[in-house]
């Protein structure tokens, strides 16, 4: 019932009402407004069932909502599936148009991972083997080629810390 109010809200509505009616009136407006909050409910449900009645199908409240009573109570399911079927053939040609490029991002996705896994295997391997690339005298790479393989270790890391 309230769950637009947060405690600050609620606090405020407090305090106004206690500096509105004081706190020696405030009990009884606010039983006066609980009964009013009954009533309105219990006039809602007679109004729903009268409604029931007439029309001769179980309503609830929530089909009062006149999209959801229309659908519900007037359309037959011939109707409803004319109304419908345009909108689901669009979304099956939607849904066929979109394929390849899903497949494509799935086959994309596969191929990184595989690289990724490539490219953290190899830098374990050369862990293991305690090459960190570097020769210890100069502080200069040991080969040109461990310079591109550093930058996609680099790479790789980046992209386990998105993942």
Do not use: C, Y
């Amino acid at each position: 019932m309230f769950g637009n109010f947060g405690p600050t809200e609620f606090l405020v509505i407090i305090l106004i009402a206690i500096f509105l009616w004081g706190p020696d009136k405030l009990p009884k407006a606010l039983a006066n407004l609980r009964r009013f909050i009954s009533k309105a409910r219990n006039m809602a449900s007679n109004a729903a069932a009268d409604l029931s009645r007439e029309i001769g199908t179980d309503i609830k409240p929530e089909d009062l909502n006149p999209k959801a009573f229309v659908r519900k109570h007037i359309l037959t399911e011939e109707d409803q599936e004319m109304l419908t079927s345009p909108l689901k053939s669009t979304m099956r040609d939607l849904q066929e148009g979109t394929k390849p490029l899903k497949e494509g991002l799935t086959d994309t996705t596969r191929e990184l991972e595989g690289t990724r896994r490539s490219v953290n295997r190899g830098s374990l391997t050369r862990d293991a083997n305690g090459s960190n690339g570097t020769n210890g005298s100069n502080g200069s790479s040991d080969t040109a080629a461990e310079a591109p393989a550093e930058r996609t270790r680099e790479r790789a890391a980046t992209f386990d810390d998105v993942t």
